[in-house]
Structures are given as C-alpha cells and as structure tokens.
C-alpha cells in the first residue's frame, strides 16, 4: 500500500500523542494539516510562522524520531505556513519554507526567506547620479494596518495615518507626529504608513529611520567632511519617517541640519513622519524654530488601550498565530495588563510557554500566576488613573469630588497634586493629563505644577503631603 501525506502523518501522531501531554498536543499538533508527501519529504501546512518557530524550538525532536520511524534517516520535513493576516480577514497567503536537500526537522538548518533587508541604511552619499540609487526603505512589512486595531485610544492616529498613506504630503497632516508612551504602537503605526505607501506608490522613495541612528550618521558626515552630501541624500527622500524624535534634544548641530532638511521636503510636497515618547509642548532642549514645524501639521496620541481593544488585539495575536485559547483566560489577561500593548501580547506568550513547558493545561488560575509573576517582574509604569486613586485616598475623598469643578482649596490642591504626579511619572501629555483628571486643559496642568512647585519651597504642611505621595507612588 503506497503510503499518502495523511497516512505517514497520523502515524507520526500517534507516536507523539503518545509522548508528550494531552494539552500540548491539542495546542501544537491537532491544528496541523498533511499537505503532500513526495521524494520521501513530508509537506505539514501549520498556522504561523509563530507557531513554526515554536515547533522548531520545542518540539523539533520528537518531530525527528517520529518522522524517522515513518521514512527512515533520510527523511525530510517541509514546513507551509498559511496564516490569515488578521483577525476576522479571509485571505489567505502560503509561504513555503524549503528543506533543500537537507533534513529539515533540524532546526539548525531551515531557512526563512524573509523581506527583511539588512538594518544597515545603504548611503550612497559618494556614488555617482544619487538620483538613479536604489534606497532600501528599512520598514518592517510585518507592521501593517491589517493588524494595528483601531480603539478609542488610537483612532485619530490611526485614520490621519490612513489619510496620509492614501495621500503622502498631499494633506494638512504634515508632519504628522505620533506621540505616546512606550509600547502602545508608534514605530508600528509609523511602519504601518510606510508600507501603505510602498503598496500604493512603488515609484515614491520611503526611508524609515530612527533619530539616534539619523544622529549617528550626521556625526560621521561631519567627520568625513561631507555633511552636504548628508543633507542632500535626505532631500530626495519622498517620505521621510523619523522614529523616536525626541532623541534629537539637545543635540544642536544634528537640530539644525534636520531643520534644513525638513525645510525642503515640506516646501516640496513631501511627507514627514515623526513618532516621540513626548507632545510637542512637552519636549525639551529642542530649538523652537523645530518645534514650531513640528506643529505645522497634525500631532495624534497613542494612548493605553480601553479593555475592549485590549481583547482585540489579544484575539488578533492568537489568532495570526493559530493558537486556540478560551475567551475567558483572554478577558483575564486583558482585564489585568493594562499599560501597553507590548506587555500584554507577552503575557500570552508567557502564558503559553508556561502551559507547554510544564505540561499544564490553560486556566484561569495558571493565567493568574503568570499575570501575577509578569506585572512583578515587568517595570511598572504608574497610570494617571493608579495616581489619582492614591491621591483622593491619601486625602480622604474619591475620585469624582478629586475632578469635580469644585474651588474648594483642600480638593483643589489634590488635584494639583494629582496633575503634578501625573506629569512627573507618566508619558503622557499635559492635554491628556488634563483630560483625564477632570477634563481640564494643558494650560491648567502647567500651572498645577507650577504651583507644586511653589508651595513645596513654601510651605512646610504641603512639602510634607509631596514627600508622602512620593514614597507612595514610588514603591
């Protein structure tokens, strides 16, 4: 009897169920599909890259002795990946990893052909007819719209994004500026535009860079002595995309040559975007002139993600991954990690390391300790919402009497208080600090702030509640 994809496949399972534990079959195996076998190799379709990676790295082998046994020492595994890009999207793509003539169960020695070019940004400064030179864009295809959801917290970024994709330096969002604390999506919005733009506008030149490596290669230009070289291969970037801006501060002679760059992409109808831990209005040490031009355009904030989008975002990580896990551990994980994005797609892969590696099954309670044990172990970025709530109970009173309207001077200096801590732990901006501790504008939180300052060197009572809530805030 001739021996099919299916047959040889089921019984490699058989053998593997046999020797590994019930969940992790169920999560790594039951979700793979026998696709072809010829010339004595084994073609599996699998959900993910992720999930490849992971079959690689964990179980590559027990994948060995079971395929051995099936085909003898010569046998070879061919990995297909098919993933649907996002969740609730239903096309489909294949990408083919090769086993050549080698045996692929070895994790050793598969090959990915990735799109991903060298990090090294090729400057053709000394090559002859710039204009004719390739420039590779170094964006990350794997940062995209499809998979950036939109929410409450970032749905002006994520539509002026769109607009300017659809329309590069042909809208009033020039520059456009995501501005946000860490891990809540700028470099991937920032991406996200770039390869947008690639997609529609293969003829426009795009260059994604970060402003310390945009430092790094000024400083060299300097040394080499050809700094006009420098400011002229910038020129005749399309779409210039600068990640982490706020790199640039105190750094003069690098500020003034971004300025004149940016001078002439604006006046050309290019498009310029930046992305900063900062609003404009908080950044320091950078020239005013450069600031002003930052506010030309439009200034958009990522903020933490409401529980809503942080579920969604959690079905779309499992999702394009292939990975199955009940509704209610997603809740809880989303319920309790709530700072930003990166933490909390790296609480489910703790999550289903901890499930694999000690050969438990996924519940609440295991949830609970990775949770518990990720949060510790995570440094903790104090929210507006966890300083307002040590403030209104240092003072005896709740929230909302803490954001009411009320001029009464006790409240009123809690809410000072509030701001003031709000701006000293936080990212966030004075507009949004102001937002969220009882919709108040930024000019009311400078001027919070600045009054902290004042009574702290003035008054003995109110230096003592700062030192209080200092302790509290910092433990």
Not at 251 to 262: A, E, L, N, W, Y
Not at 358 to 368: G, P, R, S, W, Y
Request: charged share 25%; aromatic share 10%.
């Amino acid at each position: 009897m001739s021996k099919t994809a299916q047959s040889v496949w089921e019984n490699c399972l058989e053998f593997i169920k046999d020797n590994i534990q019930p969940q992790a079959y169920k999560t790594w195996f039951e979700p793979i599909v026998a696709v072809k076998f010829a010339d004595n190799a084994l073609s599996i379709q699998v959900p993910s890259k992720f999930f490849y990676e992971w079959l690689e790295e964990h179980y590559v082998k027990i994948l060995k002795v079971a395929l051995t046994k099936q085909l003898g020492e010569n046998a070879k595994l061919v990995y297909i990946i098919k993933m649907e890009n996002t969740y609730g999207n239903k096309q489909p793509f294949t990408e083919k990893i090769p086993s050549s003539n080698r045996t692929a169960v070895k994790a050793q020695d598969v090959d990915i052909p990735l799109n991903n070019k060298s990090p090294e940004l090729r400057n053709p400064f000394i090559i002859p007819g710039i204009r004719n030179v390739k420039i590779e864009s170094q964006l990350n295809p794997n940062y995209n719209f499809e998979n950036f959801l939109e929410g409450d917290s970032n749905r002006l970024a994520r539509s002026a994004g769109l607009a300017v994709a659809a329309k590069p330096g042909g809208t009033s969002f020039n520059p456009l500026l995501i501005f946000g604390g860490v891990g809540l999506g700028k470099t991937h919005l920032a991406h996200a535009i770039g390869v947008d733009i690639k997609d529609k506008y293969p003829e426009k030149t795009v260059l994604y860079i970060s402003a310390e490596k945009f430092t790094q290669q000024y400083i060299d230009s300097v040394k080499k002595n050809n700094r006009n070289d420098f400011i002229h291969f910038y020129q005749i970037i399309d779409i210039l995309i600068i990640d982490d801006v706020q790199f640039l501060s105190g750094k003069s002679g690098t500020q003034d040559v971004f300025f004149h760059i940016f001078n002439h992409l604006h006046q050309n109808g290019k498009q310029v975007i930046l992305t900063s831990d900062k609003a404009p209005v908080d950044m320091q040490d950078i020239e005013q002139r450069l600031l002003s031009r930052f506010k030309w355009g439009l200034s958009a904030e990522l903020q933490s993600p409401d529980f809503e989008t942080r579920v969604s975002i959690l079905k779309n990580k499992l999702y394009r991954d292939g990975v199955e896990m009940p509704e209610e551990i997603i809740e809880y994980v989303a319920k309790h990690i709530k700072s930003n994005i990166r933490e909390l797609e790296g609480a489910i892969i703790s999550l289903i390391a901890q499930s694999s590696f000690n050969k438990k099954e996924i519940t609440t309670e295991l949830a609970k300790q990775v949770v518990e044990k990720f949060v510790k172990n995570t440094k903790r970025e104090v929210s507006i919402d966890y300083i307002q709530k040590i403030v209104s109970d240092y003072f005896q009173m709740d929230i909302d009497t803490l954001q009411s309207k009320t001029r009464k001077r006790h409240i009123v200096q809690a809410r000072q208080l509030a701001m003031f801590f709000a701006k000293k732990f936080t990212k966030a901006s004075l507009a949004s600090i102001g937002s969220q501790i009882g919709k108040r504008d930024h000019a009311t939180v400078l001027h919070a702030c600045k009054t902290v300052d004042n009574l702290s060197s003035t008054d003995k009572q109110f230096r003592k509640y700062v030192e209080d809530l200092t302790k509290k805030l910092s433990v």
